[in-house]
């Protein structure tokens, strides 16, 4: 292949990620969602406009470390700690059971596998799948309706916070028990290594960064050094540690959100990835999509897996939020709330099948249950909202 016919692949990705993304806008659906069937559309499953290169694929990496440490840096830690321990049971309990939902579903539709089987980490993989919420559509709507402020806003928007940080950590243990020379009790040694490097060296980076900011308020060398921590979080996290590089992205973010500059540095790290390595990340997600599997008993397994997807996050908040003494109204609010996935869930997927965790078949179903939570989402809000007012 010509060398510069990575410039002909890089324009129709652009090109059709944003026009299918801004017909998924009008649809009142994520662009995301648009991205990602551009990229079914023109990879190699049906048009072969564009072919799956090692070039594309590290783009999407740096696409998809760049989208967890913008997340890092949009985490609000103060009203983290303000909704403490009610948002960790609820962010604990929409967590755990959807990780064992999805775990049982899968088992359910394949057979039982042995412990410690290629099944068997596939099974808990689709939990883990399960488990990632993406609050911005709930968010949007909440404010919409004014109620972002209020004890149930604030409760679901920490408890989204605090869910991805368990998703990850749960997805790095999971990463690392997979491989057949990993030993347990060394994951856990790793991972706790890794925490405390975060917090010991975060913490000096936070203290340094912010007398930069302070000196240099609101210039580009703040966004510059930010970005080279998040690759050297990403790089320290996956080769002296031997976690996901995501983790340390997502780290380096929350090490950050505090300073004063962190929006600016997050408005400058938006630029790149959503002009290019967005666009590429969840088109690759396209490619990677494949149809031909797309069998009746996989559509089955697709509409089966949404619906348990969406009935464990309610459930599981939602009995948790009535443990908390929230009114019977108020803990359908959290549940529905947290039942939107989006882009974490793709990460998740996307790092499974990179590590051979997941099929490429499987991209359909978490595609569909993204579709399907972040449309049904602001309409069941508003409905319980209005019935809540209605009944008052």
Known sequence: MEAYSVFRDLAIIIIFAKLFGIVARKCKAPQVVGEIIAGLLIGPSILGLVQQTDFLVEMAEIGVVLLMFSAGLETDLKELLKTGPVALAIACAGVFVPLLGGTLFYMAFYGMAPIGS???????????????????????????????KGKVGTTILSAAIIDDVIGIIVLTFVIGFKSPDTNPVGVVISTGLFFVMAFVVGFIVYKIFKKLDERYPHTQRIPILGLALCFGFAYAAERYFGIADIT?????????????????IDQKMEISSYMIFGPIFFAGIGFKTSIDHLSGSMLLFSLGFVLVALICKIVGCGLMAKICRFRTPDCLKIGVGMMTR???????????????????????????????????????????????????
Do not use: N, R
């Not at 099974?123 to 968010?139: E, H, K």
């Not at 099948?353 to 359909?364: N, R």
């Open 118 to 148: 290629e099944k068997f980490y596939t099974a808990i993989f689709m939990g883990v799948i399960m488990t990632a919420t993406s609050v911005s559509i709930t968010v949007q709507s909440l404010k919409e309706m004014g109620k972002l």
């Open 248 to 264: 340390g992205a997502y780290v380096a973010g929350i090490v950050l959100c505090s300073i004063q500059d962190s929006s600016y």
């Open 342 to 392: 989006g882009e974490v869930a793709l990460i998740v997927a996307q790092k499974g099948l990179s590590v051979g965790l997941l099929g490429a078949e499987y991209f359909t179903a978490v595609i569909l249950l993204i579709m399907v939570s972040s449309i049904s989402t602001p309409v069941f809000l508003k409905l319980l909202y209005a019935k809540d007012a209605a009944a008052q």
